[in-house]
């Protein structure tokens, strides 16, 4: 039962990655070793935060996952996690090509880097325990939430480094770029205050997720069509 368990854990993390991979073309295009390179550079990213965070902030516990929301830390955390758009930002300039092959390389293999790093170590040594538990069925879905939000940042920060998006976007890219950085801020703020459950929490950060998606989606359809890509 319990081999059971890990096994629906791990594809229930790791096949919804695949089935990106592979039907979104970038097999086609050999891509699997930059989606490397993405994960690569995001492990450097993780690790200068770690050391900024060491460094200027040197209480880890107000900044781990079990401890109470507080807003001043979250925010300084998220203040920090700015790096993260800087190295996504990086791999973005770092993989040639153009269109949506480049923008689903970049965050795909940031993402996945995160979630190997992140639920590889918490399945292994939690679901293969002897007692079921739903924590880590939640944690496996808000993977997947992780990957869409990725992708969309990638999204949104190609847009913002384009000169020919419509002026009429360029404020809701700077919005929405702001809002994923602090969603910590206000998406954590806002469930704490309503008291949400873990399940009500999961179904409102996918809701918010698959908005913020779905308007990168829109912005960027709308000039891939005018230049062509």
């Avoid at 689903?104 to 880097?113: R, V």
């Avoid at 469930?191 to 999961?202: D, E, N, Q, T, V």
């Amino acid at each position: 039962m319990t081999l059971y368990h890990f096994g629906n854990c791990v594809a229930l993390v790791y096949v919804p990655y695949y089935f990106t991979y592979k039907y979104s073309g970038l097999s086609e295009y050999g891509a699997f070793w930059k989606c490397v390179q993405a994960g690569g550079i995001y492990v450097f990213t993780q690790l200068c935060k770690m050391l900024v965070l060491a460094t200027f902030f040197p209480d880890t516990d107000t900044f781990s996952e079990g401890a109470p929301f507080n807003f001043i830390a979250e925010f300084l955390r998220c203040s920090v996690d700015l790096v993260d758009l800087l190295g996504l930002a990086f791999v973005l300039s770092r993989i040639p090509g153009k269109g949506h092959s480049k923008l689903i390389t970049a965050g795909l293999g940031w993402a996945a880097a995160e979630v190997v790093l992140s639920r590889g170590l918490l399945l292994w040594f939690g679901a293969r325990g002897a007692e079921f538990s739903w924590i880590y069925i939640q944690r496996c879905l808000e993977s997947n939430i992780l990957l869409i939000q990725h992708l969309s940042t990638a999204t949104l920060l190609w847009l913002f480094s384009r000169h020919d998006v419509e002026r009429k976007y360029a404020p809701v890219v700077v919005m929405l770029l702001v809002a994923i950085s602090y969603r910590g801020v206000w998406l954590e703020g806002i469930l704490h205050l309503l008291s949400a459950g873990p399940w009500l929490s999961l179904a409102l950060k996918a809701l918010v997720t698959s908005w913020i998606g779905v308007v990168a989606l829109h912005i960027y359809s709308g000039l891939a069509q005018v230049i062509g890509l």
